[in-house]
């Protein structure tokens, strides 16, 4: 009797060990099958389709699939908030032989000419069975350029206190009209903005651009001074945003940078007598002094 148990346990754990086997090769890969289609070359700022198809290629149905998205750096789902890295969808039975798929709308944040990895993780349970297999594929996405252009450029040098113009360009290169543009401008903190074409819609430093179609270019400028130390240097920094299904994403950026230096011409006006007091119908002295600090004539 006790050699008899003993047969049925063995017998019972190869049983056990060989579906554990049979699956795990499904997981490996015998089975479920992961194809993904995506565009040769993603260009920053354009939105894009993300397809994932799961064939079943085994003799038993593969229940509760459900594809896991794992994003890199600078790669960001439509409609979500740009620091999402995790997205699933869960599609259902998979039969024997069949195929089903889903769509997942991105759009690239920045990474200019480069290659990232987008992880796909597919999860299933083989009818019949109790576990939960998965199946990961790692696909390389390849950046191109950037679809909106954004240019920034300021002085080299600039005297303090000398009022002197921002130049913001930029240019819808894609082919597709974008609707929804944001330009935020991070001034250093010594700068003072006095004027610009077209007057900031939150705080001193964030333009609505609205609409641009695709092929149109935009420029537009501010005027401001700086003050602070001579040989000191001031950086501005934009950013270019553009907004899809309710979200907003960054498609541009771009810094400048000048350097304060002493002004050419110091100019001082003073009035002569120390009271600092004039009285009705006194006829006042002025003195205007100025020095031209530069080895060149003026």
């Known amino acids: 009797?006790?050699?008899?148990?003993?047969?049925?346990?063995?017998?019972?754990?190869?049983?056990?060990?060989?579906?554990?086997?049979?699956?795990?090769?499904?997981?490996?890969?015998?089975?479920?099958?992961?194809?993904?289609?995506?565009?040769?070359?993603?260009?920053?700022?354009?939105?894009?389709?993300?397809?994932?198809?799961?064939?079943?290629?085994?003799?038993?149905?593969?229940?509760?699939?459900?594809?896991?998205?794992?994003?890199?750096?600078?790669?960001?789902?439509?409609?979500?908030?740009?620091?999402?890295?995790?997205?699933?969808?869960?599609?259902?039975?998979?039969?024997?032989?069949?195929?089903?798929?889903?769509?997942?709308?991105?759009?690239?944040?920045?990474?200019?000419?480069?290659?990232?990895?987008?992880?796909?993780?597919?999860?299933?349970?083989?009818?019949?069975?109790?576990?939960?297999?998965?199946?990961?594929?790692?696909?390389d996405l390849v950046v191109g350029s950037a679809g909106m252009v954004l240019d920034l450029s300021v002085p080299a040098r600039v005297a303090g206190g000398q009022e002197f113009v921002l130049e913001i360009k930029y240019k819808n290169a894609t082919a597709i009209d974008v609707n929804d543009l944001r330009l935020k401008i991070e001034y250093p903190a010594n700068f003072e903005m006095k004027s610009a074409d077209l007057p900031p819609d939150i705080g001193g430093n964030v333009w609505n651009l609205g609409g641009l179609r695709k092929g149109s270019e935009m420029l537009f400028k501010i005027k401001g001074n700086l003050v602070g130390d001579t040989g000191s240097s001031a950086e501005f920094k934009a950013r270019l945003e553009a907004g899809f299904e309710g979200a907003q994403y960054r498609v541009a950026e771009k810094s400048a940078t000048t350097q304060l230096v002493q002004s050419p011409l110091l100019l001082d006006a003073m009035i002569d007598g120390e009271s600092g007091i004039a009285n009705i119908d006194e006829e006042l002295q002025y003195r205007i002094a100025y020095e031209n600090t530069t080895d060149q004539g003026f």
């Open 1 to 139: 009797m006790y050699k008899f148990f003993l047969t049925l346990i063995i017998v019972f754990a190869f049983g056990v060990v060989g579906a554990g086997w049979y699956f795990y090769q499904g997981n490996e890969g015998s089975e479920l099958r992961i194809v993904v289609a995506k565009p040769d070359i993603a260009t920053i700022g354009v939105p894009f389709t993300f397809g994932v198809n799961i064939g079943n290629d085994g003799n038993v149905v593969l229940q509760n699939v459900h594809i896991s998205l794992e994003l890199p750096e600078g790669i960001a789902l439509v409609g979500s908030s740009a620091q999402k890295t995790i997205e699933g969808k869960t599609i259902g039975d998979v039969g024997a032989g069949s195929a089903i798929g889903t769509d997942f709308r991105m759009i690239v944040t920045g990474g200019e000419n480069s290659v990232k990895q987008i992880i796909v993780v597919v999860g299933y349970v083989p009818q019949g069975v109790s576990s939960r297999f998965e199946k990961t594929e790692k696909i």
